[in-house]
């Protein structure tokens, strides 16, 4: 027995135009929204070890540089594994070996996987260290031996060789910089 009540929900549901199915193009918008927020997920969680190379990823890297005098690295001479993570937003956690600092701030900096790798250990690898840019307006503090956070988008190759020197394999634009644990 229908009711005014329920007939009133009848009538209004069956004037209600139906939803319309997502288009492929959403479909794939949100496929790759879900694909970057795990990458973001997984590079925060691993840090370095998920942009660690092989002993011959390293070396044909290398070699890749050396045999040709390219203005840019690109990111092709990358593992997939490490290639997907590109212009992805991460944290990254490390040690900060200052570059360009402005009236006490840091503008940019090596961040390195270990807190060894400048004075007491050998030059990092490709792998070991990210050059950090702060975003306009930003900047870090330097506290020597402080182990710090990172966030920001992170680039593989595509940095440009500037007076012979390598270039660095690892870049990111950095929104934010603390720090997470002070020397004892």
């Given amino acids: 027995m229908l009711t005014a009540a329920s007939f009133s929900l009848l009538a209004v549901a069956a004037c209600e135009k139906p939803a319309e199915p997502p288009t ?77 600092i402005k009236q006490r701030r840091v503008l940019d900096f090596m961040l390195v996987r270990d807190n060894a790798a400048c004075c007491f250990g050998a030059m990092p690898g490709e792998d070991e260290w990210i050059h950090v840019e702060m975003e306009a307006g930003a900047s870090a503090e330097y506290v020597r031996y402080a182990k710090i956070a990172v966030e920001g988008r992170l680039s593989i190759g595509g940095a440009a060789v500037v007076d012979g020197m390598r270039p660095p394999a690892l870049r990111l634009r950095a929104r934010s910089c603390e720090i997470i644990e002070k020397p004892r």
Avoid: C
């Avoid at 998920?50 to 040709?68: D, H, I, N, P």
């Fill in 24 to 100: 492929p193009e959403a479909n794939a918008q949100g496929a790759a929204v879900d694909v970057r927020a795990a990458l973001s997920q997984e590079l925060t969680r691993a840090g370095f070890a998920a942009l660690a190379m092989s002993a011959e990823e390293r070396a044909a890297l290398g070699a890749a540089v050396e045999a040709s005098k390219w203005s840019e690295l690109p990111a092709s001479v990358f593992p997939e594994r490490i290639r997907r993570f590109d212009g992805v937003e991460a944290r990254i956690e490390g040690w900060m070996i200052p570059g360009t």
